[in-house]
């Protein structure tokens, strides 16, 4: 009896130690797992940018971070998979860069400065570039996908302060966001208006000021400030298509 009792204590305490070592080790595991899946996803664009997303493998994937099969699957399923969690940050760190900044702008120039800034840390930066040059149509469409998604709550909240100014007038902020983002996106987009066709880019503006006039009833200098803004955009976008075209022919020449 006695030593069935000492059995029973023996087996709980070697069981209850198997199981504080196992819960310690899992611990550390989920601590480790973020960080490491951090630096994987900043590998994954280094990898897009010098190979194209299209021309990378997932096996180029695994070498790059040095994971065996077993290994890679243990944070990403697929290589869509991957390309979502480095949009998903490069977009995350984009808006918390500019939440930050727009904080210390004046109030009627914050919509503006999240439309139109192209301030970003090396990773957004990077991959903005990347989604802008054409080179993938996949990372373009999935970037403007989730640049209007996740942009919509802190245009709401912009919105929600002009109307409580009075700066806007309107009863919708959240559905006025998500109208103003589809507008900024289809308006400046080269795909539905290539950037050296001038008289079409001049009456997209002027369409947008329509729109826009009519959504918020904004001040004027507002509106005159937003055309200023479309046209530096359109004008820039023109110069990059010209250099392209000229850096092209030169290509073809030599």
């Not at 209850?16 to 994954?44: C, H, N, V, W, Y």
């Not at 290994?71 to 760190?93: C, P, T």
């Not at 702008?105 to 040059?133: H, K």
Request: with cysteine; net charge negative.
């Amino acid at each position: 009896m006695i030593i069935d009792m000492y059995g029973c204590l023996w087996y709980y305490s070697y069981t209850a130690f198997g199981l504080i070592i196992r819960r310690d080790i899992m611990s550390r595991t989920q601590k480790d797992f973020a960080p490491r899946k951090e630096k994987l996803i900043q590998i994954a664009l280094d990898q897009f940018l010098e190979k194209g997303y299209e021309n990378t493998t997932i096996t180029d994937l695994q070498k790059a971070f040095g994971l065996t099969k077993g290994g890679m699957y243990h944070y990403f399923n697929s290589k869509e998979e991957i390309l979502d969690a480095v949009i998903k940050k490069g977009i995350g760190d984009w808006i918390d860069e500019v939440r930050n900044h727009i904080m210390e702008l004046p109030a009627e120039d914050r919509l503006m400065y999240l439309c139109f800034t192209d301030t970003a840390n090396s990773f957004s930066s990077q991959l903005l570039q990347y989604g802008r040059s054409g080179d993938s149509s996949i990372v373009t469409y999935k970037l403007r996908e989730q640049r209007m998604k996740m942009s919509v709550s802190l245009v709401t909240e912009i919105i929600k302060q002009y109307i409580d100014s009075g700066f806007y007038t309107c009863d919708y902020p959240e559905e006025i966001a998500e109208i103003l983002l589809m507008l900024a996106v289809s308006t400046s987009d080269e795909i539905f208006g290539p950037a050296t066709n001038e008289d079409k880019w001049k009456r997209r503006i002027d369409a947008m000021i329509t729109l826009w006039r009519n959504c918020v009833h904004p001040p004027e200098s507002h509106l005159d400030e937003l055309r200023d803004n479309l046209t530096r955009f359109y004008e820039d976008s023109m110069t990059r298509s010209n250099s392209c075209n000229y850096d092209s022919h030169k290509e073809n020449i030599t």
